[in-house]
């Protein structure tokens, strides 16, 4: 990691695990050893009230996995900026390539999403990240700038983290090699460069995302450009504390 920037991970433990094992969870989290790392998990909706009661804030912070782009009002089944925020809730995921793909979120109504969730003081991990056939046909950046230059204006490294992760690699037991890893993240940084500006191109934390585990996150965490990772599986796992301790120096 370079420039200065703190390291952070994110646990999105996506939708899984009952409240039992939710609570077993926690408590694992709670011994862990966090250094200088920030730590941010994401749980099930219905389990957001239980884990933030019982999790220790000097080890992590909660964060939903997704938000509207509206208020509140009519819109049964969603969840509001505004709710997270009542709640006591800091952090949200955008962007994540399932809700992309399963329910079509496309890079419009994610640019609103931001905007909404930052207008109400919330603060984003929001993810971009090419599939397998984009990474083989020398695309992958393409991809990625699509994706980023309508938000471009809105990254403010103190309250937005960019999560990288390459569809292909996630939960299917492929990883970005070290080198291609930071060959993207380098070149998302140069993106960010010329759309927003120098300075909050350095200052920014990029992420490594997919199927990063507790033998592969050390040689990517000492990357220049990497600047911690969203964790998908691992984090319901014991492992997730050795990816903390990697990020943690």
């Known amino acids: 990691m370079g420039g200065g920037r703190k390291m952070i991970v994110g646990g999105n433990w996506k ?7 939710a609570a077993a969870l926690v408590e694992q989290l ?9 730590v941010v998990v994401a749980p099930v909706f219905l389990h957001i009230p239980m884990v933030m009661n019982t999790l220790k804030k000097d080890k992590a912070l909660v964060s939903a996995q997704n938000c509207s782009f509206t208020g509140m009002g ?6 509001s900026a505004e709710h997270l925020v009542d709640m006591g809730i800091q952090w949200v995921i955008l962007g994540h390539s399932e ?12 640019a609103k999403k931001l905007e909404y969730a930052l207008s109400k003081g919330l603060k984003v991990i929001y993810c971009i990240g090419e599939q397998k056939e984009q990474r083989e046909n020398g695309t992958t950046m393409d991809v990625c700038k699509k994706q980023l ?23 299917t037991g492929l990883v970005a090699t070290p080198e291609q890893a930071q060959d993207t993240q380098k070149s998302i940084r140069e993106y960010i460069a010329s759309a927003a500006s ?11 995302g997919g199927s990063v585990n507790g033998k592969n996150c050390a040689e990517l965490a000492a990357l220049e450009d990497i600047d911690g990772f969203l964790v998908g599986g691992a984090s319901l ?6 990816i903390v301790k ?4």
């Open 198 to 208: 120098p300075d909050v191109a350095a200052k920014i934390r990029i992420q490594y």
């Open 99 to 110: 809700r992309r793909q399963y329910f079509k979120e496309d890079d419009e109504m994610l």
């Open 30 to 38: 709670n011994g862990m050893e966090v250094g200088n790392c920030e």
């Open 15 to 21: 939708c899984n695990l009952d409240q039992a094992k």
């Open 237 to 242: 796992k014991p492992e997730f504390t050795d």
């Open 74 to 79: 009519a819109y049964t089944g969603d969840i």
């Open 246 to 249: 990697a990020c943690s120096a």
């Open 149 to 171: 230059e309508g938000v471009a204006k809105m990254l403010n490294p103190e309250t937005v983290v960019i999560a990288y992760e390459p569809v292909w690699a996630i939960g």
